[in-house]
């Protein structure tokens, strides 16, 4: 997983599992929460208490990488 905050930008998460061992690999960013900009099938975004939880459906994806661009909500 690679996480890149920009200072006044968006944030872009990658993740990828090179085991192809987990049918989902789930990523909290603990602070205000941030909202879908753009992403690839088999991500999903939402809010939760204390941050934003992606979570990244690896199933059948055979070690490729998957992408999410969020912004601040506020």
């Keep these: ?10 944030t872009t998460v ?4 090179p085991t192809m061992h987990r049918d989902t690999v ?3 960013l603990c ?3 941030q909202r879908e900009v753009t992403s690839g ?10 941050g934003t939880r992606l979570d990244f459906d690896t199933r ?3 070690g490729r990488s ?3 661009t969020l912004r601040s909500s506020a």
Excluded: C, K, Q, W
């Design 41 to 50: 099938d088999g991500v999903r975004v939402r809010a939760v208490h204390g």
């Design 66 to 68: 998957f992408l999410a």
């Design 31 to 33: 602070g205000r929460p």
């Design 1 to 10: 997983m690679i996480v890149r905050r920009e200072r006044r930008g968006p």
């Design 26 to 28: 789930t990523v909290l």
């Design 14 to 17: 990658a993740v990828s599992d």
């Design 60 to 62: 059948h994806a055979h």
